[in-house]
């Protein structure tokens, strides 16, 4: 297996948490981001949208960081992308503007992997599909998914009106009543990847571990952070 194919996920721990001033939403409701994305097609054509898959470990299982907005909307970081601008360089704003701090001191160097996932919404409506329907011609949205390579300590900072959420993987398969089907499907597109447990110093002596997309079902803790 080549080294491309492998994603060091390092612990929880080794991260710590901030937060930034608050930040104000465009949409009060669906129907209003449903709007807004039908205006913004009249002037800019079809809406492209990047969405990151950060990995950390804990309790020996692989977790998937989240952005909570609210009582129900929990997404991957990411959003909108500038008319023209490049999905690599507008993923990285996007995260930056997602999980770093506003002193502007410090800026992650964000290592982005390959795309793993696109979503289509044919219709100004909810519905995203997985795929581009062959009779739809004028798509509305399409949406991109990719691995972002976190490094072993990193300090991430999400506004003080969200939260920053740390779900199993386990957790995600397959539920798409809690998650929706955008994020239910995320362990099987990751199941390209060797994902390579990277131990803290106390668990050295243990030696490197591989995790395969099968994991016991024993009690987890799905949230990492509140605020």
């Known amino acids: 297996m080549s080294s491309e194919s492998v994603v060091n996920v390092y612990p929880l721990a080794g991260y710590s948490f901030g937060v930034n001033e608050a930040k104000v939403y465009k949409d009060v409701s669906l129907c209003d981001k449903l709007d807004r994305i039908r205006a913004n097609y009249t002037r800019e054509g079809i809406r492209r949208s990047v969405e990151g898959i950060l990995l950390v470990h804990e309790y020996e299982c692989p977790h998937l960081l989240l952005l909570q907005k609210g009582n129900k909307i929990i997404k ?124 803290s110093k106390s668990e050295e002596s243990a030696g490197q571990l591989f995790w395969t997309l099968v994991y016991p079902r024993h009690r987890i803790s799905e949230l990492s952070v509140y605020y």
């Open 76 to 199: 991957l970081p990411g959003g909108h992308l500038r008319p023209g601008e490049n999905e690599i360089e507008g993923l990285k704003r996007k995260l930056t503007s997602n999980l770093s701090s506003n002193s502007g001191n410090y800026q992650p160097d964000w290592k982005i992997e390959e795309c793993v996932g696109a979503w289509w919404r044919p219709n100004f409506e909810t519905l995203m599909l997985p795929y581009r329907p062959p009779h739809n011609t004028k798509p509305k949205e399409c949406k991109k998914i990719y691995v972002v390579h976190l490094p072993e300590k990193e300090y991430l900072a999400c506004p003080k009106n969200m939260k920053i959420l740390a779900v199993p993987l386990f957790e995600l398969y397959n539920n798409i009543q809690a998650y929706g089907p955008e994020l239910s499907s995320i362990p099987p597109q990751l199941s390209r990847y060797l994902l390579s447990r990277v131990l």
